[in-house]
Nanobody, 129 residues
Framework: QVQLVQSGGGLVQTGGSLRLSCAASGGTFSRYAIGWFRQAPGKEREFVGAVTRSGGTTYYADSVKGRFTISRDNAKRLVYLHMNSLKPEDTAVYYC??????????????????????WGQGTQVTVSS
């Protein structure tokens, strides 16, 4: 089974940038799609984006499209969430998650947190106004 360890995050001003990392150990990393989710205080967890097993396709929530980018390096067993033009409403705990599957699915599938088998520990992102 894969284990996910996150790094990055922190405090940034509006308009700034951050990069989150999600490092995987165990399992065959190239068989896992990776999703990113976030949860703000008092709010439900929401989908941020996802990348397919090969890294060939990415999906994003409308709220981050054009500002956030997901990339992965299967050789290094790493996935990155690059966040630009950050806004105060991006403040949340961010989680990466892994979905083991022999197939690539659509964005609607990856947007559902219940489809993921393994989760990182979460990392705080705070955007000050």
């Amino acid at each position: 089974q894969v284990q996910l360890v996150q790094s990055g995050g922190g405090l940034v001003q509006t308009g700034g940038s951050l990069r989150l990392s999600c490092a995987a150990s165990g399992g065959t990393f190239s068989r896992y799609a990776i999703g990113w989710f976030r949860q703000a205080p008092g709010k439900e967890r929401e989908f941020v984006g996802a990348v397919t097993r090969s890294g060939g396709t990415t999906y994003y929530a409308d709220s981050v499209k054009g500002r956030f980018t997901i990339s992965r390096d299967n050789a290094k067993r790493l996935v990155y969430l690059h966040m630009n033009s950050l806004k105060p409403e991006d403040t949340a705990v961010y989680y990466c998650a892994a979905d083991f599957s022999p197939f690539d699915y659509t964005g609607n599938y990856y947007a559902q947190g219940s489809n993921y088998n393994h989760w990182g520990q979460g990392t705080q992102v705070t955007v000050s106004s």
